[in-house]
């Protein structure tokens, strides 16, 4: 199984978050489980950075840093996803969360998510 981290899970894991369950957490640690966070997380994150919505305990390079520290992989936002995006149903309206559905439905991942609006979508979750 490749999972997909939604953004929130990308910043508990950054954060050391109680949160993550600790049967999520305990996958995340396994050395040999693929975990991948999206382009889309960081563009997301970034963008939380500069309006002032989400303070980091570090600088942005030194998120992504972190973030390949924890041993998780970068999903680039590829032409097949965008194509993906545009036949997916209308039932959320993020365009973040949409298009790591997106991806997840094109890749054959499972995404890991807290938000319960990805249950509408024909789409992998863990332990979902």
């Not at 970068?74 to 298009?99: K, N, T, Y």
């Amino acid at each position: 199984m490749v999972i997909l981290l939604d953004t929130h899970f990308v910043i508990w894991a950054l954060a050391g978050d109680g949160r993550i369950s600790k049967a999520h957490l305990k996958l995340l640690e396994d050395p040999g489980q693929l975990v991948r966070v999206s382009l889309a997380s960081i563009w997301e994150i970034t963008i939380k950075l500069s309006i002032g919505k989400l303070k980091l305990q570090a600088s942005l390079p030194e998120t992504m840093h972190n973030i390949r520290a924890l041993g998780f992989g970068l999903l680039p936002m590829e032409e097949q996803h965008f194509f993906a995006l545009s036949a997916l149903p209308h039932h959320h309206r993020d365009p973040f969360d949409r298009m790591l559905i997106a991806q997840a439905k094109h890749e054959g991942m499972h995404i890991l998510t807290a938000d319960k609006h990805f249950k509408t979508y024909d789409v992998k979750l863990v332990g979902g």
